[in-house]
């Protein structure tokens, strides 16, 4: 690794990372390592946005969810893994941005609408799940990132934290620089019914789902909805199903499939068990490795509290110039910063 930019990226421990986050964020994550230098954390404050009603799983998830980092190929040596509420400059970055973020441009956030409606169940009025993205700008700016590695979905947030650095460094000078979203160029990952693959949907695929779970969703699968009968001719290229042959199977596998599926020479419950063995062959090594590491809670919260003390280290760096730069410090002449 030469390069000295800097990339940051976190997700909500929400629940289990499945494949729609594999495909679409740790995927590329894992690649970025020996590129630059990275930062990834847990959001486990952001969790609380929409969970603060039951708080009670988000700790448990965040584990849960370093195992699945690790799993995927994450690696504490290479990059900083972290969880957000261990370094609560986050906290302290996200006050000080709160101060310079007109109501107006929280308001505007596409993602913000759209949760408030389909969440319908929880009350999201909340001053917290308004300000989440400026939360998030804190997470990215407190690191002085360059890129952040994330969804097409989140492209509205990243715009309003570029928009936020750039009014705290005209108004406070130039501390921050513009952090550009690196989006995943993976197509987006179908869940079981053909909509995106996302928890809201109950629709999705863990790593951490046993073998026959895997084989169970996969029964479930939407396929073509022109092929009714086991003897009519299929569409592989909008069915579902073929899909995950895109992004499990060899290309010698999908050709194969695609022609007997358009020939009837293959029904849909056969290649849904061919889906999961694919799908299982895939997860097995992350499995037994996700296992292995939850054996030992201690050794997680090791890494995790010796990857939260590195990322303080440059969080600590960034707030003493932005307590400067505010003028808002308490030293003598002359004293050096903490
Ligand atoms: N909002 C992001 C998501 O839902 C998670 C997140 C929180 C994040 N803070 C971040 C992503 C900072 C990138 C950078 O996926």
């Known amino acids: 690794m030469n390069s000295e930019n800097v990339v940051l990226s976190g997700m909500r421990s929400t629940g289990r990372i499945h494949l729609g986050n594999y495909f679409g ?59 957000q509420s261990l370094v609560p400059e986050h906290a302290e970055l996200h006050l000080l941005l709160s101060m310079i973020t007109p109501l107006g441009w929280l308001e505007r956030v596409p993602t913000y609408k759209e949760q408030i409606k389909e969440l319908a169940n929880r009350d999201l009025s909340t001053y917290g799940f308004l300000g989440y993205p400026v939360l998030q700008t804190a997470d990215i700016l407190l690191y002085r990132a360059h890129f952040v590695p994330v969804g097409e979905d989140q492209a509205s947030h990243l715009e309003l934290s570029r928009e936020i650095g750039r009014r705290f460094n005209s108004y406070f000078g130039d501390i921050f620089p513009e952090p550009k979203a690196l989006f995943t160029p993976t197509p987006k990952v179908p869940g079981l019914d053909g909509r995106k693959m996302s928890k809201s949907y109950g629709n999705t695929i863990n790593l951490s789902d046993t073998a026959e779970e895997v084989t169970a969703k996969c029964k479930e699968m939407f396929t073509d909805p022109q092929r009714i009968r086991r003897t009519d001719a299929g569409h592989p290229e909008t069915c579902n199903l073929f899909q995950f042959h895109r992004l499990f199977s060899a290309p010698d596998l999908q050709e194969k499939v695609a022609a007997e599926c358009r020939r009837a020479q293959i029904g849909c419950v056969d290649d849904k068990q061919l889906i999961a063995d694919q799908i299982n062959t895939f997860l097995e090594p992350i499995r037994a490795r996700r296992e292995e590491l939850l054996e030992s809670r201690d050794t997680l919260l090791d890494i995790l509290s010796e990857g939260s003390a590195k990322a303080a280290e440059r969080a600590a760096e960034t707030m003493d110039q932005v307590r400067s730069a505010l003028s808002i410090h308490y030293r003598k002449a002359g004293e050096k910063a903490r």
């Open 25 to 83: 964020a740790v995927k590329n994550w894992v690649e970025l390592q020996d590129r630059y230098r990275c930062y990834y954390f847990i959001a486990d404050w952001h969790a609380l946005t929409t969970d603060y009603a039951d708080p009670s799983d988000i700790g448990g998830n965040s584990l849960e969810m370093l195992a699945d980092l690790l799993a995927s190929g994450l690696d504490p040596e290479r990059s900083v893994i972290f969880v």
